[in-house]
């Protein structure tokens, strides 16, 4: 009954958001796991691979790729119909930098380096490769008569060959399964922490019939005015072609971006894509997600602009467009996107480093601030317990690099002095929040409520000095 009561609450003007803990939740408590889905077969394989990875020093980035079906009676789909394009030469493009890649894509859709071979298939010059010897009835496939694309093809497979260790293939076919393949890796690439990244390009429709709306969602009686007009995007509703045709009661699907942010992967760099189709609308539409999702950057794009991709984060925004390499080949719109998401993630995780510190730093000022002569320390730099602070004491916030022991200061120094002022490093971090999970901020301002965002920048910029004595 809940189902129906999400839709009597939209339908009533108070939807419950599809993209909510509730909406969410309830989906995953109401949707039966197939058991052809293997998902904690999966989920340890997974878990594996990513320990291995990141025990290697290795990156690793979780992609999207092609159209998740909607299941109706019988054997009838709804589907978004597409071909995972973007998704699989992003993905190896991450390959060829050195990610390990979980690759979760539509059954059948485009593959890493395979899709080069599908594309001949589809201009029908495939065939023409293939020979078969008469004399063993052996089959062989000769090289295109393009002594570029023959080389072309060779690298494609060294590169595929070579890569293939760090290449896992996830597929699905109906969005429940999506959905469920998605949270699983996801929560699995967590482990990366910042060195995790998260590309959302599956094409995913609104709406979707529950397997089990008969018993759980009952049709509403159609009207004149809900038979002669579509259904609002933003609402759940229920849709009657005509009276002699079937009824189809339509669910929106539960968006599953906020629950990443919040709790599946916060610490990874998420990335997702926005199709505008008013080339203006395009920064508007792309900070309303980064507002509302808490994503690192969105890729935008607009058939106003069909040879350029946006890509917008809080702090910059780059457009992408195809142009020819050293050799004067073709470099592929999505290759030019993926490359420059690597070195986004690259300078995003420098940041999430900076931020690490900050962190650390700012705690520090305020614990220090508060001391008074005489108050117990845990730990000195020497790795002495429970210490004293007063006059002689020695701290530093790395405890692995300890300088050589000198005679006692006449006073105790603590200072903290990162290059820059005020406003450089507020300009560097951005907002100082951007990127930590709900977790971590609410610990830090607990530990530090009583100290302003200003005073902090203030004493990072300037140093922080306490004095005993």
């Not at 602009?305 to 390499?325: K, M, R, T, W, Y």
């Not at 962190?359 to 020497?382: G, R, W």
């Not at 490093?425 to 530090?448: C, H, P, S, T, Y």
Request: hydrophobic share 40%; net charge negative.
């Amino acid at each position: 009954m809940e189902f129906w009561g999400t839709l009597q609450k939209s339908l009533g003007g108070g939807a419950v958001p599809a993209d909510s803990d509730a909406y969410v939740n309830k989906f995953f408590d109401n949707t039966a796991v197939e058991e052809s889905w293997a998902i904690d077969e999966w989920t340890a394989k997974l878990k594996q691979f990513v320990a291995a990875q990141l025990a290697d020093g290795r990156r690793v980035a979780l992609v999207t790729c092609g159209s998740a079906t909607v299941p109706l009676s019988g054997d009838s789909v709804m589907d978004a119909v597409s071909f995972g394009d973007r998704g699989a030469a992003s993905a190896e493009h991450f390959l060829r930098a050195g990610y390990a890649v979980i690759f979760l894509h539509r059954h059948g859709s485009l593959a890493p380096f395979s899709r080069h071979f599908q594309l001949y298939i589809r201009d029908n010059r495939f065939l023409s490769m293939l020979r078969v010897d008469d004399t063993d009835n052996s089959l062989h496939v000769d090289p295109p008569n393009d002594d570029r694309h023959a080389q072309d093809l060779s690298t494609i497979l060294t590169e595929a060959k070579d890569t293939s260790a760090r290449l896992v293939h996830v597929s699905f076919t109906s969005v429940q399964q999506y959905l469920f393949y998605l949270r699983m890796a996801a929560s699995v690439i967590d482990s990366a922490a910042s060195r995790g990244l998260i590309l959302l390009s599956a094409s995913v429709l609104d709406y979707y019939v529950p397997s089990s709306i008969p018993s759980i969602l009952p049709s509403i009686p159609s009207t004149p005015s809900t038979a002669a007009s579509p259904p609002p995007p933003s609402s759940n509703t229920t849709k009657k072609e005509s009276s002699s045709s079937l009824t189809l009661n339509l669910v929106r699907i539960p968006n599953l971006i906020a629950k990443i942010r919040r709790n599946y992967a916060p610490k990874a760099c998420l990335v997702t894509l926005k199709s505008v189709a008013d080339k203006g609308r395009l920064q508007r539409a792309a900070f309303r997600d980064i507002e509302r999702w808490g994503v690192d950057v969105v890729v935008a794009d607009s058939p106003m602009l069909p040879n350029e991709l946006a890509l917008i984060s809080p702090q910059e925004e780059f457009v992408a467009s195809p142009h020819l390499d050293e050799d004067c080949r073709h470099v592929e719109l999505e290759v030019v996107c993926a490359a420059m998401l690597v070195e986004i993630h690259r300078a995003w995780s420098t940041r999430r480093q900076i931020l690490k510190q900050g962190k650390a730093l700012l705690l520090l000022t305020a614990k220090f601030s508060m001391m008074k002569e005489n108050d117990t320390l845990n730990e000195d730099a020497m790795g002495n317990k429970n210490v004293p602070f007063k006059r002689g004491i020695r701290i530093y916030t790395e405890r692995r690099h300890r300088p050589p022991s000198t005679s006692p200061p006449l006073e105790v120094m603590i200072a903290f002095s990162p290059a820059g002022t005020p406003e450089t490093i507020r300009n560097l971090w951005g907002d100082l929040w951007n990127g930590w999970d709900e977790g971590e901020i609410a610990d830090f301002k607990e530990q530090i409520g009583h100290v302003t965002l200003s005073s902090a920048l203030y004493g990072l910029a300037h140093g922080v000095t306490a004095t005993v004595g």
